[in-house]
């Protein structure tokens, strides 16, 4: 069963890898989002792709350096933003503040540790102020290790007493475009312990 939301969907970045992914499985599960980004031809295109003669997709352009521009589109605190951005790191902020501005949910696929970080540390206490859920890294590059950490600790309890360590490793076996997870290796990562974010190095 499909939960849909009480507002629209916006999904920026719509016409990047990510974005399309999502915005074709959302179709799929009969969720029409608004495609949002910078391009109107290729948002247009995208929407093509994906109407059908029982189905409107709308686009909207916008950029997604400026919030007020986001903040505009949003309509309701009902209403979930989905950042499926290429670089968080240069754009990611804008489309965060404006979400949480509005009050609505925020859901991205980020993978830069320093970003991820910035929205722990620089956001929380205003989503929560707020009443803006926000769920970031969301994607590719982290929900398969979630998921494969879960599932050996699940098969390998002993009685109720889970492992003691979880070990999730990401290995960069060549190859890759600008803003791939190897980038992520020269940068400062993270990790909760103690009730507080610490910072570690990767790798």
């Known amino acids: 069963m499909t939960l849909l939301p009480e507002g629209r969907i916006l999904l920026l970045g719509a016409t990047g890898t990510m974005g399309r992914l999502t915005a074709r499985e959302m179709v799929r599960q009969g969720i029409i989002p608004i495609l949002t980004g910078p391009d109107e031809e290729q948002l247009n295109a995208l929407a093509e792709e994906l109407r059908s003669p029982s189905r409107t ?39 965060l503040r404006a979400a949480i501005d509005a009050g609505c949910g925020y ?28 769920l970031s890294g969301f994607g590719c590059y982290y929900v398969a290790g979630t998921l494969a950490a879960t599932i050996a600790v699940r098969r390998t309890m002993v009685g109720s007493r889970p492992p003691a360590r979880v070990d999730i490793g990401y290995f960069v076996t060549g190859g890759g475009r600008r803003g791939a997870p190897g980038e992520a290796l020269i940068d400062d990562s993270f990790r909760w312990s103690e009730s507080r974010i610490k910072t570690e190095r990767p790798g």
Do not use: H, M
């Open 57 to 95: 997709v709308d686009v909207a352009v916008v950029d997604v350096d400026q919030a007020s521009g986001i903040r505009e589109l949003i309509t309701s605190p009902g209403d979930i933003v989905v950042s499926t951005l290429e670089d968080f790191a240069a754009n990611g902020s804008a489309v």
């Open 107 to 134: 859901l991205d696929c980020a993978w830069e540790p320093a970003f991820i970080r910035k929205v722990f540390q620089s956001y929380s206490t205003l989503a929560e102020s707020k009443g803006s859920l926000v």
